[in-house]
Structures are given as structure tokens and as C-alpha cells.
């Protein structure tokens, strides 16, 4: 197989490099994603109710409009729906296990912290639905990128109808690295190998939120408002350290948390007792009718292979500064190029990081064009 691009990973920063491409009238590109589904970090958890289909989200909640202007622009041209997160009423904090807990005055959040009608996996499923280009292939996992005189080869493997893995090749001549960069280096083998410095700068870029893990009940109806609290509450106690409103407008209520057990702890806990000591935490905040979620689940994201590696095990406090999205010079110098959103210089980690960060990969591809022309 042979085209111009090879675009690897299918989350936010893949799509829209995608989309941009596609802009500028360039569809020889492929796109491969080894989950089998699209979105990356952006995941729904998806709850049926008898009356309505619910989605909440497992990764990225929120945006900040105003000063992420380019992805507001974007949900914007995608006639995407978006509301302010819940925050009125009190807020619960909890101290030790042995004080109840006291409700304190709400603060709201400035600028306003925004979110989207249907979850955040309605972007990646609006920007899917504007590409031309049907070159996208789910469950490609890739191993290795191997440049030979002007040439890339990218090998992947996929799964056939038997469930046995298959090897696949595509010879590119750019490739557009739209999974965070710890990630790459751990999981795919660079022939040559990539220059040390920028080995070591990829390698120390840590992943955004992979050490976390997120709890979200499901519920009929937001009972914590009739007690004028608005769900948020933070915690010495735990599991959850934080935790937020996520109902829906016109749909499903619901509660989530961040866990506060740190990855390397979590792991010796089963799911099934995690689940339980969450649900007793949200009785101890919130009453009875916390009890019986309509539904719930944690996303340990620290667990997932294609979002964490062994190194992302401590929560980091802020965003790891961006790194070199390209070799300095050799063979890797411009033809290899990262857009996750851990490059992004403005917005290192968030989700309009990952459109900033494929904008630039797309211009400094087209830079490239121009130039060879
Ligand atoms: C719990 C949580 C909460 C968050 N909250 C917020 C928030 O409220 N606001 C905010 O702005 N940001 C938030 N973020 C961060 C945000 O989700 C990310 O910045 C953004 O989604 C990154 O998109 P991306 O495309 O750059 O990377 P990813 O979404 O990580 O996409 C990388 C893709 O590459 C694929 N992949 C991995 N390895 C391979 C391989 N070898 N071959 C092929 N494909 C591969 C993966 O499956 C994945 O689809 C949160 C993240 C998490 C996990």
C-alpha cells in the first residue's frame, strides 16, 4: 500500500489533522488507529435507559471558550451544542472519617467551564463525518517506522475474522504522530533510531491524565440539587479526591469523580470493591438515593496500554512543557512530526491542545510542500 501520509492515532489531534488535510484538498493520507474505536482519550460511557440513550464522558469534560478560541471556533462550524457545567448550590467537603461532612458555598468557575451536548465524543464523531477520505483504519496497531533511501515504512498489525494478528505495511513519505510522545517512543521501534535528545524529551513528556482514573454514576434524576448542593465536593477521605455534576440538559443526572488512590494503589484494589467504597462515599455526601446508581463505572486510565505506560504512575500537578515536535536534523529532521495534544506549546495536554498541535503539523507539512515544489 502507498500514500503520502501516515497519520498515527485516531483521537482528537489525528482527526483534525485529518480534517485539516482534507481542507486543503490533500486526501492521500491513512489513518491509523489501534483501538477499535475513534476518540483516544475522548471515550463515552454509554447508559440505555428505557426512554433515552445517555452518553458521559470517561476522559475530557470541559473546555474554556474563551480562551481556546480555535476550538470554540471549531464546535462552532461543527454546529456542536455546548451549556456551563452545574455549579450552583453548595459544595460538600469532606475532611476525615470522622466529621460528616459540611456543605460551604459554592464557587463558580471564571471563565466557565464548558460542555458538550451529548459528551465530548460528539466532536469526534462530527469531524469523522466531515472526512472524505475513507482511509481510516480502526485496530492498526503500530509497531515500527522505518525510513529507507527517501521512503517510510509503517508496519501495523490488525486482527483478521479468526481473531489471528496479520502484519500490514504502508510506504509514506510523512508521518504525523497523534499519540502522545511517551507513548510512541515506548510502543513503536524508529529505524534509524531517533536522535537521543529527542529520545530523552519524548520519553520525559508526561501523558496528560493517564495516571487517573474517573467514577461515574448514573442516575434518574440530580436529587443533590433539591438539597441546593451542586454535586461538586472534594475529599481527604476518598476514593474520590473531586468530584462534579455530569448530567446531562434534558437527559440522564449524574455524578462523577477523580479517584484519589494513586495509580500504583489502585492496582491492588479489585474494580468490583473500588465501585463499592465509591457508592458509599457518595451516600456519606449525598444521601440514600446515591445508593442504587441506575448505572456506574471507572475508567482506570493508568491500566489502558494505548494511553499509559509504565512511567505514567504518579499524578503530575501541571502540564508537562511541550516538547520538539521534530528531529533538529538526520533522517527523522521534518518527516516525522508529533501533533497529540503533549505538543502543543499553548495548550500542552488539553483537548484544544490537540487541535493546536495538528494545526501546526498540518502548516508545517504544507511548509514542506512548498518548499519541495
Ligand atoms: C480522565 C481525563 C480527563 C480529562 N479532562 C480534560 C478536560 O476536562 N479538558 C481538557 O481540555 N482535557 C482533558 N483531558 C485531556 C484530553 O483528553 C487530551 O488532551 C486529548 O483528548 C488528547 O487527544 P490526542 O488526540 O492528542 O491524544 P489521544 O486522545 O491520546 O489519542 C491518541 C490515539 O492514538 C492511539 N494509539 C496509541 N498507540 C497507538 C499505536 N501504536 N498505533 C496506532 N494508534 C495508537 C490511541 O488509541 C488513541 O486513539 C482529560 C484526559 C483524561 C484521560
Keep these: 500500500m502507498r500514500t503520502k501520509i501516515a497519520i498515527i492515532g485516531g483521537g482528537l489531534s489525528g482527526l483534525y489533522a485529518a480534517y485539516q488535510l482534507e481542507q486543503q484538498g490533500i486526501t492521500d493520507y491513512i489513518l491509523l488507529e489501534a483501538r477499535d474505536q475513534l476518540g483516544g482519550r475522548i471515550m463515552d460511557f454509554t447508559h440505555h435507559s428505557q426512554a433515552t440513550t445517555n452518553n458521559f464522558d470517561l476522559g475530557p469534560t470541559w473546555f474554556w471558550p474563551e480562551f481556546q478560541p480555535q476550538l470554540n471556533a471549531i464546535i462552532k462550524t461543527l454546529n456542536l451544542e455546548t451549556f456551563a457545567q452545574y455549579e450552583q448550590g453548595n459544595t460538600l467537603v469532606e475532611r476525615s472519617h470522622t466529621q460528616v461532612p459540611t456543605a460551604m458555598p459554592g464557587y463558580t468557575h471564571s471563565p466557565t467551564s464548558m460542555r458538550l451536548k451529548g459528551g465530548m465524543g460528539i466532536l469526534i464523531n462530527a469531524l469523522h463525518a466531515k472526512l ?152 456519606r455526601l449525598f444521601g440514600a438515593q446515591a445508593a442504587t446508581p441506575k448505572a456506574d463505572i471507572i475508567k482506570d486510565w493508568a491500566q489502558d496500554p494505548l494511553t499509559a505506560t509504565s512511567l505514567d504512575t504518579h499524578a503530575a500537578s501541571a502540564h508537562a512543557p511541550a516538547p520538539d515536535i521534530t528531529a533538529q536534523n538526520g533522517p527523522w529532521h521534518q518527516n516525522l512530526v508529533g501533533i497529540s495534544s503533549e505538543w502543543s506549546v499553548q495548550f ?26
Design 132 to 283: 472524505n477520505n475513507k482511509q481510516i483504519v480502526i485496530g492498526a496497531l503500530v509497531k515500527s517506522i522505518t525510513q529507507q533511501h527517501d521512503n517510510i515504512e509503517v508496519n501495523f498489525s490488525t486482527s483478521n475474522t479468526a481473531n489471528n494478528q496479520v502484519n500490514n505495511q504502508v510506504s509514506v513519505e510523512h508521518v504525523m504522530l497523534a499519540l502522545p510522545p511517551r507513548l510512541a517512543v515506548s510502543q513503536i521501534t524508529f529505524t534509524p533510531a531517533l536522535p537521543s535528545d529527542l529520545l530523552t524529551q519524548w520519553q520525559n513528556t508526561a501523558t496528560w491524565m493517564a495516571p487517573h482514573a474517573k467514577y461515574i454514576a448514573v442516575y434518574n434524576k440530580p436529587f443533590w440539587r433539591e438539597e441546593e448542593l451542586s454535586g461538586s465536593a472534594r475529599s481527604s477521605v476518598g476514593p474520590m479526591a473531586e468530584i462534579h455534576d455530569a448530567s446531562n440538559p434534558e437527559g440522564q443526572a449524574a455524578l462523577f469523580g477523580f479517584i484519589g488512590i494513586p495509580a500504583y494503589g489502585r492496582k491492588r484494589i479489585s474494580n468490583e470493591d473500588l465501585i463499592t467504597h465509591c457508592r458509599a462515599q457518595l451516600v
Design 348 to 373: 500542552p495536554g488539553y483537548v484544544a491542545g490537540a487541535v493546536d498541535a495538528a494545526n501546526i503539523g498540518v502548516e508545517h507539512y504544507l511548509k514542506m510542500l512548498k518548499r519541495d515544489l
